[in-house]
């Protein structure tokens, strides 16, 4: 059996039907690709499992996804996964169809999200938000800019973006920073010449969501320096918020400067 583990955003995340579950598989893999786990939280899942944990790559979850589930025709594997294991992404479904299509049965376990965590802690209604959209890292020839375009979408049908950064897992880079992903704003409104990126553009910044280090400041793109170093190191998400209600705003005014 497939055992696909949702370890949340957090050490100790980790649902107690997970943890139990975990215990009793007899192959215990750690995908990485979509987040980054701490080393604290490896050594606790060890420690409390009793098990091996090897680490694998996006590879082994799509085009290697058989011989990545080979095992579970007759041991339980156990597949531990950041956040909820199949929020935000895609090599986790490949992974389940393909166990269906080799008849592994499989049982999902789900834990806290960046996404549910980002919108519960901005205090937004979550029915207001549009596409969720991910700024790369750019490169020598890939220069992505689509962002912007269901951003400006977003703004035009008065819907809140969330907006995820790339986390650099898969080029060697650390997790993109503030400065980082204003630059690359600026540089896709260059482009596309929308007229919504400027440095009164409000954003909802948010480091670490979910975790002890969380750090979360309301704030125009213009003041990105002064906040940067608050941020530094961190796991970063952003919000931009469209047309607020009455109690939108009062729930961002405890995250803007002063407060």
């Known amino acids: 059996?497939?055992?696909?583990?949702?370890?949340?955003?957090?050490?100790?995340?980790?649902?107690?039907?997970?943890?139990?579950?975990?215990?009793?598989?007899?192959?215990?893999?750690?995908?990485?690709?979509?987040?980054?786990?701490?080393?604290?939280?490896?050594?606790?899942l060890k420690a409390e499992s009793g098990k091996d944990i090897r680490i694998i790559g996006r590879s082994d979850a799509e085009e290697n996804a058989r011989p990545t589930l080979e095992a579970a025709r007759v041991t339980d594997l156990a597949v531990l996964v950041p956040g909820d294991p199949l929020i935000?992404?895609?090599?986790?479904?490949?992974?389940?169809?393909?166990?269906?299509?080799?008849?592994?049965?499989?049982?999902?376990?789900?834990?806290?999200?960046?996404?549910?965590?980002?919108?519960?802690?901005?205090?937004l209604d979550v029915y207001k938000f549009g596409m969720i959209v991910t700024i790369a890292f750019w490169s020598k020839n890939y220069r992505p800019t689509s962002f912007l375009d269901y951003i400006n979408k977003n703004l035009k049908n008065s819907e809140h973006s969330l907006v995820l950064l790339d986390l650099g897992a898969d080029n060697g880079k650390l997790p993109m920073s503030l400065e980082e992903a204003a630059e690359l704003l600026r540089a896709a409104e260059s482009e596309k010449g929308y007229g919504i990126v400027d440095d009164g553009l409000r954003l909802l910044v948010m480091g670490d969501i979910g975790r002890e280090s969380q750090e979360?400041?309301?704030?125009?793109?213009g003041e990105v320096s002064r906040v940067s170093s608050r941020f530094g190191g961190k796991i970063l998400t952003l919000i931009i918020p469209?047309?607020?209600?009455?109690?939108?705003?009062e729930s961002l005014k405890k995250y803007a400067a002063g407060h």
Do not use: C, W
Not at 216 to 221: E, F, G, K, N, V
Not at 242 to 249: I, K, P, Q
């Open 1 to 44: 059996m497939l055992l696909l583990i949702g370890l949340g955003l957090d050490t100790k995340d980790i649902s107690v039907n997970a943890l139990e579950a975990l215990k009793k598989a007899d192959t215990v893999l750690l995908e990485q690709y979509t987040a980054f786990i701490p080393d604290a939280y490896i050594t606790y």
């Open 242 to 249: 469209s047309v607020l209600t009455f109690a939108e705003e």
């Open 88 to 123: 935000a992404t895609t090599h986790h479904s490949t992974l389940l169809n393909t166990a269906r299509k080799m008849g592994i049965p499989f049982r999902i376990y789900h834990a806290p999200s960046v996404l549910s965590a980002a919108i519960g802690e901005s205090g």
């Open 216 to 221: 979360i400041a309301y704030i125009s793109l």
